[in-house]
Nanobody, 120 residues
Framework: QVQVVESGGGLVQPGESLRLSCAAS????????MGWFRQAPGKLRELVAR???????NYGDSMQGRLTISRDDAKNTMYLQMETLRPEDTAVYSC??????????????WGQGTQVTVSS
């Protein structure tokens, strides 16, 4: 059984930073692409950032220049460092990982989401 779990969300003030983590566990053969989406109340879900197996990063438009995505394959974990947060960054941030389980084909696994609130 494979699980993906986010951590690191919380309440921060405008201008502060936050680092989210996304850890995969279970019977994993390989992890391919990983990434983050976010959804704010009343808004569509949007891509925040993604990182390929080779470590190539792509960022969504909304947080350009304020993000660093990385992964530690030895720990099956991905990180999202967010800088200079703004109130409009308030959302539920969800991570995904494209995983080949020990038995079976590649699937996209999602975490449960972590709330990020930016407010003074």
């Amino acid at each position: 059984q494979v699980q993906v779990v986010e951590s690191g969300g919380g309440l921060v003030q405008p201008g502060e930073s936050l680092r989210l983590s996304c850890a995969a566990s279970g019977s994993i053969s390989s992890i391919y692409g990983m990434g983050w989406f976010r959804q704010a109340p009343g808004k569509l879900r949007e891509l925040v950032a993604r990182v390929s197996t080779e470590g190539q990063a792509n960022y969504g438009d909304s947080m350009q220049g304020r993000l660093t995505i990385s992964r530690d394959d030895a720990k099956n974990t991905m990180y999202l460092q967010m800088e200079t947060l703004r109130p409009e960054d308030t959302a539920v941030y969800s991570c995904y990982a494209d995983i080949r389980p020990s038995a079976g084909s590649v699937q996209r696994f999602w975490g449960q989401g972590t709330q990020v609130t930016v407010s003074s």
